[in-house]
């Protein structure tokens, strides 16, 4: 919103002394947030002075361009007092015309050197400057023609075309739509600075009667008040008064007529648009209401706009004549032979305008406002205001009939019909300083909310002006802009006193830390999956991983269910990595899958808080989402070189991650050989606790290795990190540390070839006791010596004791003991 200093200090009484810069400083605190500060003429120097055309000579020149040669008073301002020689492109003037003349050595906005120069065979000296050339419009089909009466020749031009004008420019939140007109600023600065507001809506208007222009509105949500007023005998010739001009141009509106200005300068000065018609073309009584599906409109921009059902629009009884709030129909366009003028002024519904505008992709000053809200009050008015300078300016008289159709409350009373109940230390308790009663009332009354303490409440009545003030807190908004923000003192929040992390949170940190010490990298990826993912998994079509949890809105309709794997993200990421020149990735991920119940979740109302039965209803109805880690361990596992061969990753490196984690956690991690999807099922292992199974490591299928892209023999786990944390002992002792020599005692078991090294080194530590301090298989072999459906299995056991040394006796006693149970638990024979 462009608007002149000039035009605002009509209506305030501004000190003279106050500068611009003051003046814009109070508005920002106010909450106007300052965008630009301009002056017109900004750019122009040197002598610009009023000239009288003498003589004026058209010449045609060979390139088909005639040009006019002119001699021009300019009084003394050329140091001689002599006519200047001055050649001009344009033709809408005649001799006699005073003009706007810039003098050699004077400067045009954008640095425009001003020189005598000869030219089509003249030396030419000066130019009669039109309103494009000197910045004050986009006119250039012509020169500046002053009226008649304007000073003699020679006199400085400035003030007559009223340069150096301030211009101050606001960006408007949406909800201060009254701050969108002259009448909002200027209020807004008497508030500021304690003047005195004239308010230009003060004027006296007529009251509505049956004479007026027939006008009925069938929609009434969409407008409920519509004035309209008419003009006869009006001269569409007549010239549209300088100050009008001057102030549209200021805030960026350029000068058509004088009806169209009129309209124009009474919406920016009270901010409701306003549109006017050709009486002669309308047909019958104008009618609001809905559009009909498939009805067409053409605006006043010429272009022809199909209706939507949503649309409000006027009508007669030949169709749309206008989008109703937002743009007019040409069909009844005023035009330079318009001598009867309706003038419509309507308060319509904000949501209603908002979604026309955007749904035709149309912009207006009329639809800015109109979609933020107008004063309900201000139609008649606008309307009169509008009439009264109509005639003024431009003659003819106003009809007595007088249009207005509205609620009957709002016609009668005129009031505002909005009243806010607070208490009144709501603002000192929001703000946080010491406001006094006697300061809210002021503040409100301010900004024109009429204002009824009783006891400890207060009732404000809001000015209709005021769309955005709604509720209690809108009222506190406007006592602290008013007391000024800056006197809120700045308070640093309070130390938030936190019990620091989780028990669960040191865990899941802790595991991560592992992970990354044994040489993988973690990763985050989408949750999302689709059956083609179960399908290159090779799951089952019955498999429990297939049932999942489907998304209202996916982002993929590919990938439209919540995953119940970790997996499929992890292998792409994987094969990603691979595909651009990876030898060996070894990746993990920490999230939650989700699991369905199978059971909709009821829709309480938000009335009241729900009971515990409707409560349990609630979460009985929410997925499961355990917490899973995924791991993959793809290509080189170790790097080679001069030092060795790689190493590739291998379903012991899967298993190895999990042992890994159970004894950083300290908890006790069986593992056994299973058979499950996408897993290769002679190289797949079962990991539990306490005999409860809570995931699964191994080589991968070698159909899901092509699936996916992957390196033949690649590795994964997932694990339900959830049940691996509560299994995790409450106290968790550290390592401990014994300096005693360790001694070292090596068997040889002979087992059937079903039977799993995990059942063996189990038996074996439950039978060593507690003088066992490591179990490791060393060696596996299958052969004649040990028979056809045998293997022997070679472990390494170490013994140690935390105070002593041990004795022989004592390491062959328990190295006895761990075969003997070996023997009795899995059939073990010693070697």
């Known amino acids: 919103m462009k608007a002149p200093l000039s035009w605002i200090k009509e209506y305030v009484d501004l000190p003279a002394d106050l500068g611009i810069e003051e003046i814009t400083d109070r508005l920002t605190a106010l909450g106007l947030k300052l965008e630009a500060i301009e002056t017109s003429g900004a750019g122009i120097e040197g002598p610009l002075v009023v000239g009288q055309v003498l003589t004026q000579e058209p010449e045609l020149q060979k390139n088909g361009k005639t040009i006019n040669w002119c001699t021009v008073d300019v009084g003394d301002a050329n140091g001689t007092g002599e006519p200047q020689g001055i050649v001009c492109g344009a033709h809408n003037f005649k001799p006699g015309d005073k003009v706007v003349v810039i003098l050699p050595g004077g400067v045009l906005p954008g640095n425009f050197q001003i020189s005598a120069r000869k030219t089509y065979g003249h030396m030419s000296a000066g130019m009669i400057c039109s309103a494009r050339e000197l910045g004050l419009g986009e006119e250039a089909d012509g020169i500046i023609v002053l009226p008649p009466d304007a000073p003699a020749p020679g006199t400085d031009a400035r003030e007559v075309l009223g340069l150096g004008e301030e211009i101050i420019e606001f960006e408007i939140n949406p909800d201060r739509a009254y701050a969108l007109s002259i009448r909002g600023l200027a209020r807004e600065a008497a508030l500021g600075f304690g003047a005195d507001f004239s308010d230009p809506a003060q004027i006296d208007f007529a009251l509505p009667n049956d004479s007026g222009y027939p006008v009925s509105i069938e929609d009434p949500d969409g407008c409920d008040h519509f004035a309209a007023r008419t003009v006869t005998g009006f001269d569409p010739s007549a010239p549209t008064p300088d100050f009008i001009k001057k102030r549209l141009e200021a805030v960026g509106v350029r000068s058509i007529s004088l009806a169209v200005d009129v309209t124009n300068y009474v919406m920016f000065e009270l901010g409701h648009p306003i549109h006017a018609y050709d009486k002669a073309k309308l047909q019958g009584p104008i009618v609001v209401r809905r559009a009909v599906a498939g009805e067409k409109l053409e605006t006043l921009d010429g272009t022809v706009r199909v209706l939507d059902p949503e649309d409000l629009v006027v009508c007669d009884d030949s169709g749309p004549i206008g989008l109703g709030g937002v743009m007019g ?48 009050l201000l139609p008649p008015i606008s309307a009169q205001r509008v009439v009264d300078l109509l005639v003024e300016y431009g003659g003819g008289e106003i009809d007595a009939g007088v249009t207005e159709v509205g609620p009957s409350a709002l016609l009668e009373t005129r009031k505002p019909l909005t009243e806010i109940t607070i208490a009144v230390d709501l603002p000192a308790r929001i703000i946080g300083i010491d406001v006094s009663t006697e300061t809210v009332v002021k503040s409100l009354e301010l900004v024109g909310c009429v204002v009824k303490v009783e006891g400890d409440s207060l009732t404000a009545k809001v000015p209709t002006y005021r769309t955005d003030l709604n509720d209690p807190y809108d009222l506190v908004e406007e006592v602290a802009r008013i007391v000024g923000y800056d006197k809120v003192p700045s308070v640093l929040p309070r130390r938030a006193t936190g019990g620091g992390l989780t028990r669960a949170q040191q865990l899941r940190r802790r595991i991560g830390r592992a992970l990354a010490g044994a040489g993988l990298v973690e990763v985050v990826d989408f949750p999302f999956v689709g059956e083609a993912d179960f399908d290159r998994l090779g799951l089952p079509a019955d498999d429990v991983l297939r049932h999942t949890v489907k998304l209202a ?109 159970g004894t950083e956690l300290g908890v006790p991690v069986e593992v056994a050989s299973a058979s499950r999807a996408p897993w290769h099922p002679g190289r797949c292992a079962v990991v539990s606790v306490d005999g409860v199974e809570f995931g699964h490591a191994g080589e991968l299928h070698p159909n899901v290795c092509k699936a996916f892209g992957l390196p033949a023999r690649s590795a994964a786990v997932e694990i339900d990190l959830d049940f691996l944390i509560s299994k995790v002992p409450a106290t968790t002792a550290g390592p401990v540390f014994s300096t005693m020599p360790i001694a070292k005692e090596d068997v040889a078991l002979t087992v059937p070839v079903d039977v799993t090294v995990a059942a063996v080194e189990a038996a074996l530590r439950e039978g060593a006791g507690e003088l066992l301090e490591t179990v490791r298989l060393f060696d596996v072999y299958e052969g004649d010596q040990v028979g056809e459906g045998k293997k022997s299995l070679a472990f390494a056991l170490r013994f140690r004791a935390p105070d002593r040394t041990l004795k022989a006796e004592e390491t062959a006693a328990a190295r006895d003991a761990a075969v003997a149970r070996a023997a009795e638990l899995t059939g073990a024979v010693q070697r």
């Open 329 to 376: 129909g040409a069909s009844t366009e005023i035009s330079e032979t318009t001598t009867d003028i309706v003038v419509e002024v309507a308060h319509w519904d904000p949501r209603s305008m908002f979604r026309t505008g955007r749904r035709h992709k149309l912009t207006s000053e009329a639809g800015k406002r109109n979609e933020r809200g107008t004063d309900p």
């Open 553 to 661: 809105n996916p982002l993929s309709s590919e990938e439209p269910g919540y995953t119940t794997t970790l997996l499929p993200g992890l292998l792409k990421v994987a094969a990603r990595n691979v595909s651009r020149g990876q030898d060996g990735v070894s990746l993990f991920e920490t999230a939650t899958v989700a699991f369905p119940v199978d059971q909709a979740a009821p829709i309480y109302g938000v009335d009241r808080r729900p009971t515990e039965e409707e409560l349990e209803k609630l979460l009985a109805a929410i997925p499961r989402q355990p917490l899973h880690l995924g791991v993959v361990l793809a290509g080189e596992r170790t790097r080679g070189g001069w030092w060795g061969a790689a190493e590739t990753a291998s379903w012991a490196d899967a298993i190895d991650v999990v042992r890994r984690l």
